[in-house]
């Protein structure tokens, strides 16, 4: 059974870092498409970023480019997203999520229908 653990986020000031995390359990990053997605009060969810299964493609919403940033730990089947530069405007619940593409695959995409496991979300916060 896929399961997405998610860590990190909380309260942090315009300007300033943070790093989320996501483990895998259940399967392997290698045959998977990771996501990250957000959704801010009264909003729709938001794809922010998604890596593909072989790690060749990695796409980010034109909002978030140049100040966050995907990376994966295969050895900890983990996934990371560092955010620079926050703004009260990425304030939300931010999630991970992950849907089988196969070994060695470049697909990903922003779409949050395209993914079929969630991780719990956590809060970012970005106020002064």
């Known amino acids: 059974q896929v399961q997405l653990v998610q860590s990190g986020g909380g309260l942090v000031q315009p300007g300033g870092s943070v790093r989320l995390s996501c483990v895998g359990f259940?399967?392997?990053?290698?045959?998977?498409?990771i996501g990250w997605f957000r959704q801010a009060p009264g909003k729709e969810r938001e794809g922010v970023s998604c890596?593909?299964?072989?790690?060749?493609?990695?796409y980010y919403v034109d909002s978030v480019k140049g100040r966050f940033t995907m990376a994966r730990d295969i050895d900890k089947n983990t996934v990371y997203l560092q955010m620079n530069s926050l703004k009260p405007e990425d304030t939300a619940i931010y999630y991970c999520?992950?849907?089988?593409?196969?070994?060695?695959?470049?697909?990903?995409?922003?779409?949050?229908?395209?993914?079929?496991?969630w991780g719990q979300g956590t809060q970012v916060t970005v106020s002064s």
């Open positions: 259940g399967f392997t990053l290698e045959y998977y498409a």
């Open positions: 999520a992950a849907v089988a593409s196969g070994y060695g695959s470049s697909k990903c995409d922003l779409s949050p229908s395209t993914f079929s496991s």
């Open positions: 890596f593909s299964s072989s790690a060749e493609s990695t």
